[in-house]
């Protein structure tokens, strides 16, 4: 088994040489194929860190990388046009023979990771991880954010396999692992960067089928943005509508735009990332100038930055990502925005049913999500595996099973 010590010493090398890890990164290596210390090494080194009990333990026996792409339609936001599905799925299995499965969605504009990132990753992780005992599933975590502290989103799979696994381990679904009493959560839909007479038409759709927030893009054209706002009131009067600017407003443009809205009658629930991550003196400017709430999203990946908002005070929320910060590390986020009186969101990248029932667990367990953005793009057929959280719109139902509650396809 690769210890700590000499997995971050390894880890350092590694990180710095990632195309490296890419060319290794054979799609699907079998445990241990492509290192030194492969399970059958477990001779020294079990006193690292992430190891008390060497006989009570679960080891991880093996870990399976695959890429995962799907075309979707195009979907533009202030960062971008999205056309793919362009993640990674991980496959952990324990010795007893529980499987655990993550996903890992990157936007690169957002994380400064990509499909090819993530598969170098998550392939230099595996030596590390095999021989592990899933109960230290925390220190895990933390021995690989010291090595790839900036590949949230490739530790992320990782992280969610290792609670499916213990968490079936346990056999207890994770959201009650949690804490959760609420087996389901209510999400939003997004409208992207549409013309308005689109937007109208989708804002009725959704209202139709039983949304209560709409959720819409802007941050590109001032004028364009106002007037697809004000279609999706037009097209449902009865919804709450929540603007996402992705960081696509100067501070001064950003308060013009609210102002605007809420001169029309509109008031959003909402104004998520009206300026640009680093400006959090711009995103006070807009908080101190506008009544309309305003959610930090790009501006937080760690628990560091959930203190910066606090201590800035430029922002009313917080939308934890976990493709952002991981999951261990996303409940110390909830418990900064709590302690400060932030309120909670959950959001999502562009996900298949597996990260985004990941997220569905968080939010139902950990409970007091105000703001849940978490809606499907593609169909459970498209999913690498099976079962997981139910969607009928605008409603996600977790069921009895443990872990994720997600199933082989094989
Ligand atoms: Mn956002």
């Known amino acids: 088994m690769t210890t700590r010590r000499t997995f971050i010493r390894k880890g350092a090398l590694t990180a710095g040489g990632l195309a490296a890890a890419a060319t290794l990164g054979a799609t699907v290596l079998p445990a241990g194929a492509a290192g030194s210390a492969g399970p059958g090494v477990a001779g020294h080194g079990a006193a690292g860190s992430a190891g008390p009990g060497k006989s009570d333990g679960v080891k991880i026996s093996r870990m399976f990388v695959e890429p995962l792409t799907i075309e979707m339609d195009p ?83 990782i992280e969610m396999a290792l609670l499916d696994a213990y968490t079936k381990t346990l056999n207890i679904p994770f959201y009650r692992f949690l804490g959760g009493t609420e087996n389901r959560v209510e999400t939003d839909y997004t409208i992207a960067i549409v013309p308005a007479v689109q937007a109208k038409k989708e804002a009725a759709e959704l209202a139709a089928s039983g949304f209560r927030v709409i959720k819409t893009k802007v941050g590109v054209n001032l004028s364009e943005d106002i007037d697809r706002v004000l279609a999706i009131r037009d097209g449902a009067p009865g919804c709450g509508i929540l603007i996402d600017a992705n960081q696509g407003y100067s501070p001064k443009t950003a308060l013009r735009f609210i102002n605007e809205v809420v001169n029309q009658g509109i008031y959003p629930v909402m104004f998520e990332q009206p300026v640009h991550k680093n400006d959090l003196a711009g995103m006070k400017y807009v908080r101190d100038n506008t009544e309309i709430l305003v959610g930090a999203d790009e501006s937080v990946f760690t628990r560091a930055d959930a203190i910066n908002i606090v201590r800035t005070g430029c922002a ?90 997600f199933k082989s396809r094989q």
């Open 75 to 157: 979907f533009p936001i202030a960062l971008g046009v999205m056309t793919h599905l362009d993640n990674a799925f991980v496959r952990i299995v324990l010795e007893n023979g529980i499987e655990g499965y993550g996903e890992a969605a990157p936007i690169m504009t957002i994380s400064g990771e990509n499909q090819q990132t993530i598969l170098g990753t998550l392939n230099s992780c595996r030596e590390f991880i095999v021989g592990q005992d899933i109960n230290n599933y925390r220190s895990i975590a933390y021995t690989l954010k010291s090595a790839f502290w900036a590949q949230a989103t490739a530790r992320c799979a």
């Open 316 to 405: 009313d929320a917080i939308n934890i990502k976990l493709m952002k910060s991981c999951i261990i590390e996303a409940l110390d986020i909830a418990a900064v925005a709590r302690s400060a009186n932030l309120k909670l969101m959950i959001g999502c990248m562009v996900e298949t049913n597996l990260a985004l029932g990941c997220a569905v667990h968080f939010a139902a367990g950990v409970g007091g999500f105000e703001f849940i953005d978490l809606d499907p793009s593609f169909d459970i057929s498209e999913c690498p595996v099976s079962g997981g959280p139910v969607y009928r719109a605008p409603w996600w139902t977790i069921g009895p099973e443990p872990g994720l509650g």
